[in-house]
């Protein structure tokens, strides 16, 4: 596709239980972008792709969330366990290249929401 | 570690008046800044960039920014709005020492409200 795209566009799941969201890039960029928005806030860096290897996964909250990139494309952020406190908006950015310089591309993002 | 804050979360202001939604930003390390917007239901996209060179960056839709590095600001302007600029305004930095990683510091967001 011609931008970003992440799937699903919302979900709805019960406290304790386990959801995968999932990022298709931009066709061609190696760098790969996870960000959490929540109600009333900026986005917050949770871990950064580069190629298929996890570059920087300092802004994971805890050892419930994990992020793969297997293929060096579609990623799939994954949080075990959801706690109501996961409820927000879960942002994912492409670039080409590996430099700051270039423009990140977002995605949508996937709406969250944990009863 | 950066920070940035946006004072103002909310900006309401007539059509065709001139707008600045306010930036500071926090870090011990040259940065580079950035503007991002968000409109109803839609993904994040760049208004505009500092990187290095003028202060004075120019972005879409008739945006411009000023880097102001002993103020540690980087507001955003534009001379006369329009109801479609209506939306989600956010400042972003990064740091030159990130290298490679090159990840954004968001600020908290502006909502710009134009009405008529």
């Known amino acids: 596709g011609a931008g970003v795209s992440q799937t699903p566009s919302n979900k709805v799941t019960e406290k304790g239980k386990y959801v995968e969201l999932r990022c298709d890039p931009i066709s061609g960029h190696t760098a790969l972008y996870w960000y959490r928005q929540s109600l009333g806030q900026g986005p917050e860096f949770l871990i950064y792709?580069?190629?298929?290897?996890?570059?920087?996964d300092s802004g994971l909250p805890n050892d419930r969330f994990f992020a793969v990139r297997p293929e060096g494309s579609v990623s799939t952020l994954k949080i075990q366990r959801t706690e109501r406190g996961d409820s927000a908006v879960y942002l994912c950015?492409?670039?080409?290249?590996?430099?700051?310089?270039?423009?990140?591309?977002f995605g949508e993002g996937s709406r969250l929401t944990v009863l | 570690a950066q920070s940035v804050t946006q004072l103002d979360s909310q900006v309401p202001v007539f059509e065709e008046a001139p707008v600045e939604l306010r930036c500071n930003y926090s870090s011990s390390v040259s940065v580079y800044l950035f503007w991002y917007v968000q409109y109803p239901n839609q993904g994040l996209q760049l208004l505009l960039k500092y990187l290095s060179g003028s202060t004075l960056v120019k972005g879409i839709n008739g945006f411009e920014a000023e880097f102001n590095k002993s103020q540690t600001s980087f507001h955003l302007r534009k001379p006369s709005v329009h109801i479609s600029d209506t939306a989600e305004y956010f400042c972003a930095v990064s740091d030159w020492g990130t290298g490679t990683a090159s990840k954004l510091t968001f600020g908290t967001g502006t909502r710009l409200q134009v009405t008529l």
């Open positions: 950015a492409s670039r080409s290249g590996s430099g700051v310089t270039g423009e990140l591309f």
């Open positions: 792709f580069q190629g298929t290897g996890a570059a920087d």
